[in-house]
Structures are given as C-alpha cells and as structure tokens.
C-alpha cells in the first residue's frame, strides 16, 4: 500500500461523513430556498425567488438579530477588556492557569441551563423582589431586551475574555517598562502600547461573539418570552411549527449570507488597522 | 482592579450557584430556601421521562464521541501527509462544520434527511420480502448521532492536528529509519504521543454532544434527549426539580472537562 492510498484512506470516513451530513444538507438548503411551498407541506422544486422576495415579513427577527448581535458583542467586550487584561498582566501567575480555567469552564458546560439560571434570577421572585425590598418599585426584567443581554453577556463573555487573554500574554512585558522609562504616563502606555497589540486578541473574540450570536436560538426564547425574538427563533418557528421548508431555507441562507458578509467586511477593516499600525511602527 | 475581577467572578458562578442551592431546597416553592433536603434529587431520578432522556443522551454522546474520536484521529493523521487541493478542501470543510451556526446546521440536516428517506422508503418497501416488514427510514437515534458526530469530528480534527504538529518529526523518522513499518511507527510511537490529545477530543466532543440543545431539537424526531427534556419543562415553569437536573447536568460537563483540560496540559508538558 502507498503512502498516497494510505492518506486518502483514513480521510475518507470524516470525508464522507462531512460530505453527507455537512455539504449535502447545505445544498438542499440552498435548492429549497429557490423553491415553492407544496400544498402537503414539503417544497416544490423550481428557480423562483419568491421565498426571497417574502423576507420583509420576518424584518423584525432580522432587525432584532442585527441590534443585539453586534450591542451584545460590544458589552461583552467592554466587560472581558479588564478581567483579561488583570489576568494577563497583573494577576500573581502562581494563580494565572487557575484562574484563567475557571473563565472558560462555564462555557463549556449547558448553555441551556445557565440561561435556565437567569430565568430565576431575574423572574418576579428573584432580583425584582430584592429591589423592592431595598426600598425600589419593582422593575420588571424577564423577557425584556435587557434580559436577553444579560443572558447574551453571561453566556459569551469566557469566549471574549480568553483570545484577548492571549494576546495580552504574549505581550513582551519589556515594552510597558520602555514606555514608561521613558516618561509614559500609565493610561498613555495602555493607550499607545497595550491597547494596539491586543488588537488581534479583540478582533478574535468578537468574531466568535458575534458569528454564535447570529445564530443564537435559546437565550431570546428563554429570556426574552416571545417578545424579544433572533432569527433563530423565526426559524424555529418555521421549520417545526408552520412548516413552510421553503421559506424557511431562505430566511437560513440569507442568515448565513449576512454572517459571511459581515464576517468578511471585519476582517478587512481588522486587516487594515494592522496595516496602518505596522506603517506607524516602522515611522 | 482586582475588585473588578472579583465582580466578574461572581457573575459569573452566582447564577450556577443558586441553581444548585435551590436544587437542596426542602420546600415546594422554588423562590424560598426551606431547609436541607435531597428529595428533589430523588424526585428526578425516579421519573422514567427523564430516566429515558438521559439514557438516549448518554448513548448518543458516547457513540458519537467515539465515532468522533475514531475517524477525526484518522483524519488528522492523513492530513499530515497530504498538500494541495485535497487539503484545502478538508480544512475548508472544518472551518464550515465549525462556523456555521449550530441551528442551520440542525434545519439544513432535518430537510436533507426527511427528503432522502422520502425517496428511499418507497424503494425499500419494493425491495423488501414479501411477508416482512419493510425497514423504514426516520429521525432518530441515528439521525442525531450522524449529526452530532459531524460537528464533533471537526473538533477532534483540530485539537489532534495542533498536537500532531507540536511533534518532534525526528522521533517518526528515527523509527522508519530502525525498519519500523509505518503502521509500527504510529502504534509504537505517534499514537502514544497523541493520545492525551484524542482523549481529551474525545471528553470535549461527549460533553458538546450531551448538552446541545439545538441541533437535537431539529433532528431527534421522536427521542427526547435531557436538554430536550429540560427546555420543553422550563416552558411549564421553573421547579425544583429542573434546578436538581441542571446541577447534575452542570456537575457531569464539569467533571468530564477538568479531566479534559488536565489531560491537554499533561501532554504538552512531555
């Protein structure tokens, strides 16, 4: 047996697997979008773009998605920011892995239950009730846009925090001391310093924020009760409940084409600031 | 500073916490802590609904898992050998079965699968004996673990292949260079190199499979997972006894990750 037989041998199980269960579905997807709706509930096969043409009637999953995607990307960024760059460059490194372990774990453990957790929290009975005790009317907070923030914050924020982390790790420590031997005040340093070579870690974990965001389902269904609702939701509703496939799997690919859109315009504009910043560093 | 980290901590395991304090609530009303009690434990395990949903969860996660283990390692291991077209290809469709959203993922299979099975159960039914009944394709078991299976390959491929390439080439080259045949130099040398990294693919791709939510709810067809289970009670209220389910879902990731994340950092150490 040559080694070329060989390789193509032990690729071809993941090979099929991902061309059947990954390619495949992907097309039909695409095909059926171009379709019609059938009286019996499947899709009749045709080029029309009349599925296209419907999306306006789902504008408010779309709007919804758009907003809170990109607002609940920035909070999270905002609020990962200073706990990676603590763990980065001030934390004891004794506790540094730790740490950094106890950030990540949560996101790998059932997205449903923590988003679960927040349904009580903030449900009649849990914070609301607390602030009325302190002496505050009671706000309501459960399935509000705030609620599917607060969700979307405490679901994604492990995944922000740990590529800026690196970034910060990696940064040659030398460079903050240079800047300030050399009269650097602090906040100047963070700002000509360590804020541009973190860029790529930042860059980074928006990405991941943002692209799980777009296709998120649980946290607007269990936080947000029907009022606030993600294309994920409209989906949902269209494949399990009204069962229009067609539709459907144009509301689908028209989410991913505005991920891959979006995807690709950042990493442009990311690409360009790198660019400028190797321009200024060279000066 | 430090402070603030302190917040962010407590953010974040505050909402875990309550859960599983609540989940020891002696009292009916899951809002009151009333005491000390493990009946809601009790309660949850003695339900043949949820019993049933853990069963078909933990079948599904340990036979994808494996499947996942099995032919991602295979895949990375070929991968190593192989330049060009073939390999773009390959990672090309890594990075897809990676990015695209998990609920595109979950409709796009459900159509695909209900489509083709439409066209070969008529087939099989014409093929089949006479006197027997025909085998019927349909969403199931098999559907999930296909589906599941996929996603978690990929993983594996990636977290194999960034050990693989930390490997030291001499050592495999030193081993054809002594007449070890190349099945002989991976047995003997590569796969006790990788195998830190195809376990803890392995723990990674169990723990993804048990907690997904949502490609299961597309592609389960009758079976009901635990997630499943879980989602469709919370639409009837919040109980006790979910709070009891979710801390055993919480306590069962986070003993198969610590031991993932202990077995990555042992194999980079060597």
């Excluded at chain 1, 859109?261 to 000066?283: A, F, N």
């Excluded at chain 2, 853990?54 to 079948?59: A, D, M, Y």
């Excluded at chain 2, 490609?215 to 109980?239: H, N, Q």
């Amino acid at each position: 047996m040559t080694q070329r037989t060989r390789n193509w041998l032990l690729l071809a199980p993941a090979g099929t697997w991902l061309f059947v269960m990954l390619v495949l579905p992907l097309t039909v997807v695409l095909i059926f979008s171009f379709g019609e709706r059938a009286p019996s509930g499947g899709v009749v096969l045709s080029f029309s773009l009349e599925q296209y043409a419907n999306l306006p009637a789902r504008w408010a999953a779309f709007k919804n998605t758009m907003v809170l995607a990109p607002a609940g990307t920035v909070a999270a960024l905002v609020i990962a920011y200073p706990l990676a760059y603590f763990l980065a460059v001030r934390a004891d490194p004794k506790w540094k892995t730790v740490l950094l372990v106890l950030v990540i774990v949560p996101f790998w453990t059932s997205i449903l239950i923590r988003s679960y957790a927040w349904i009580f929290l903030l449900g009649g009975r849990g914070i609301p009730e607390l602030v009325e005790w302190v002496g505050f009317a009671k706000p309501r907070l459960i399935n509000t846009p705030f609620a599917v923030l607060v969700g979307i914050i405490y679901g994604y924020l492990p995944l922000m925090v740990f590529p800026i982390f690196v970034s910060l790790d990696r940064l040659d420590k030398r460079l903050l001391e240079a800047s300030s031997d050399l009269g650097g005040t602090p906040i100047r340093t963070f700002l000509q310093v360590t804020l541009p070579l973190s860029i790529p870690g930042v860059a980074t974990g928006c990405l991941l924020v943002f692209i799980l965001l777009m296709g998120e389902f649980l946290i607007p269904a269990l936080l947000g009760g029907g009022k606030v609702f993600f294309v994920g939701n409209a989906l949902v509703d269209l494949f399990l409940q009204s069962r229009n496939w067609a539709f459907g799997s144009a509301v689908a690919a028209t989410l991913v084409f505005i991920m891959l859109v979006s995807v690709t315009l950042y990493m442009r504009l990311i690409g360009r600031m790198g660019t400028q910043r190797e321009d200024l560093s060279l000066m | 500073m430090r402070l603030y980290s302190f917040c962010v901590y407590l953010f974040l395991y505050i909402p875990i916490g309550v859960i599983a304090l609540f989940s020891f609530n002696a009292g009916r009303h899951a809002s009151q802590l009333q005491g000390f009690s493990t009946q809601w434990y009790g309660k949850a395990l003695n339900n043949p609904f949820v019993m049933d949903a853990l069963e078909t969860s933990l079948i599904v996660a340990l036979v994808s898992a494996s499947f996942a283990a099995v032919f991602g390692t295979m895949a990375a291991v070929g991968l190593q050998g192989i330049r060009g077209p073939v390999r773009n290809a390959f990672d090309g469709l890594i990075y897809v079965a990676i990015m695209i959203p998990g609920i595109v993922i979950g409709i796009a299979t459900l159509i695909a699968l209900v489509t083709v099975f439409d066209l070969l159960n008529p087939i099989l039914a014409a093929i089949w004996p006479d006197g027997a009944t025909p085998l019927k394709l349909g969403m199931g078991m098999g559907s999930l673990i296909a589906a599941h299976t996929m996603f978690t390959m990929a993983l594996v491929v990636i977290i194999v292949r960034a050990r693989l390439s930390g490997m030291d080439r001499a050592l495999t080259e030193a081993s054809s260079d002594l007449y070890a045949t190349p099945f002989g130099t991976f047995w003997q040398v590569t796969l006790p190199m990788i195998f830190p990294a195809i376990l803890a693919g392995f723990l990674l791709s169990f723990t993804f499979s048990f907690d997904d939510f949502i490609i299961a709810f597309f592609v389960a067809g009758s079976e009901t997972t635990l997630p499943i289970y879980v989602f469709s009670s919370i639409r009837r209220g919040v109980t006790p006894e979910i709070n009891a389910i979710g801390t055993m879902v919480l306590a069962i990731s986070l003993i198969l990750l610590i031991a993932a994340q202990i077995l990555l950092r042992r194999g980079d150490k060597k």
